[in-house]
């Protein structure tokens, strides 16, 4: 499988399903090399390409990107008999592009996305593997404010929060009561306070998307809700030593 394709999909399956702390003893062999049958990564035609720990609101949760080398179909089928020949109940469903599937057994559930690449036999598989205990977390909305390294934001309810220490970046999804203009004049107001410099031109009726703090990035989205108010994404990153905006 071509490297470029995997690591590109790699990223936008990140980016798409975005998404690290210490996680009880009890999963721990959730990560092992062999508990996805012959869908773990380095079974022949199943390469990983990303891997990492995420916090996906008050639940932990293992995230990994591979790179298969089977028509998307083909790797669907493959995913669904794996965790049925375990004991778990799987289902899945697959589209022209992108398809997605879940399995659960007494212990974990397992959820993935599937990206096809264009090419006959390559597409990118994220799959997220949670204990129930969780899985359960994460359904519930954060306790708290989840983003402590931003200004707070008591204007947003925050409905999920999803961090990733390997690449040091969070997201925030949240509603708020207030129209677009006002929640993003206020939240452009409140990092501009904390020291954040604008990285997009400020305008009245265009406020700043992209903020920068020393080597930290904060990119701000707010868009109108059909029932009213607005919903707003928060997103946080810190870049590495070789890392550029």
């Known amino acids: 499988m071509n490297g470029g394709a995997v690591r590109r999909g790699a990223r936008i399956a990140v980016a798409c399903a975005l998404v690290a702390t210490s996680v009880p003893a009890r999963v721990y062999w959730l990560r092992g090399e062999r508990s996805h049958g012959a869908t773990s990564a380095g079974q022949p035609g199943w390469n990983r390409a990303y891997s990492a720990r995420l916090r996906i609101n008050d639940g932990a949760a293992d995230l990994e990107v591979l ?3 089977l028509p998307a179909p083909e790797a669907e ?3 669904l008999e794996a965790y049925r020949a375990m004991g778990a109940d799987a289902w899945a469903m697959h589209g022209t592009a992108i398809g997605w599937g879940i399995a659960v057994d007494g212990h974990r559930i397992v959820r993935w996305l599937m990206f096809s690449l264009g090419a006959p036999r390559e597409c990118v598989v994220v799959r997220l593997t949670q204990s129930r205990e969780e899985f359960l977390a994460s359904a519930r909305p954060p306790r708290g404010d989840p983003m402590p390294a931003l200004p707070p934001a008591p204007a947003v309810d925050t409905t999920l929060w ?12 949240g509603r708020s009561a207030l129209p677009v203009s006002a929640v993003a004049r ?4 409140d990092l501009v306070q904390a020291g954040w410099q604008p990285a997009t031109p400020l305008g009245p009726d265009a406020p700043p998307l992209l903020f920068r703090r020393g080597r930290e990035l904060c990119a701000v989205l707010a868009s109108p809700r059909e029932e009213g108010g607005s919903t707003v994404v928060r997103l946080h990153k810190v870049l590495g030593a070789a890392e550029r905006p």
Request: zero cysteines.
């Open 77 to 79: 089928r493959t995913l």
């Open 162 to 173: 999803v961090a990733d220490e390997t690449s040091r970046a969070a997201v925030q999804l």
């Open 67 to 69: 790179g298969v080398s």
């Open 186 to 189: 206020r939240l452009t107001d």
